[in-house]
Nanobody, 122 residues
Framework: QAQLVESGGALVQAGGSLRLSCAAP????????GGWFRQAPGKEREFVAA????????YYTDSVKGRFTISSASAGNAMWLQMNSLEPEDTALYYC???????????????WGQGTQVTVSS
């Protein structure tokens, strides 16, 4: 399992932007692909976005399409989530994950970070 470390979470007003970062060992995301998930209080963890191995295809949940962009470093040791036009409904603990075992949208990833808090005020 790769050690993943998220950063970039903060308190932001609705309509604002944040960029989340996920640091990993070299080649993690280029070899395996990665994803971002979030969990709001009292709710289940849900898929947000994913990027296929070798900086490939991007996947997004419908509620963030056009607002969020996932990307990764060519070295495979970092992954980012650019979040624009943030809404109060985006408030959650955001997790990065690497090495999906059964599809990019599934929770079944081999490695997970500890999470970074995003709070959007109205």
């Amino acid at each position: 399992q790769a050690q993943l470390v998220e950063s970039g979470g903060a308190l932001v007003q609705a309509g604002g932007s944040l960029r989340l970062s996920c640091a990993a060992p070299v080649r993690t995301f280029s070899w395996y692909g990665g994803g971002w998930f979030r969990q709001a209080p009292g709710k289940e963890r849900e898929f947000v976005a994913a990027i296929a191995r070798n900086n490939g295809y991007r996947y997004y949940t419908d509620s963030v399409k056009g607002r969020f962009t996932i990307s990764s470093a060519s070295a495979g040791n970092a992954m980012w989530l650019q979040m624009n036009s943030l809404e109060p409904e985006d408030t959650a603990l955001y997790y990065c994950a690497a090495d999906p075992q059964s599809g990019y949208r599934s929770l079944n990833y081999r490695s997970w970070g500890q999470g970074t808090q995003v709070t959007v005020s109205s």
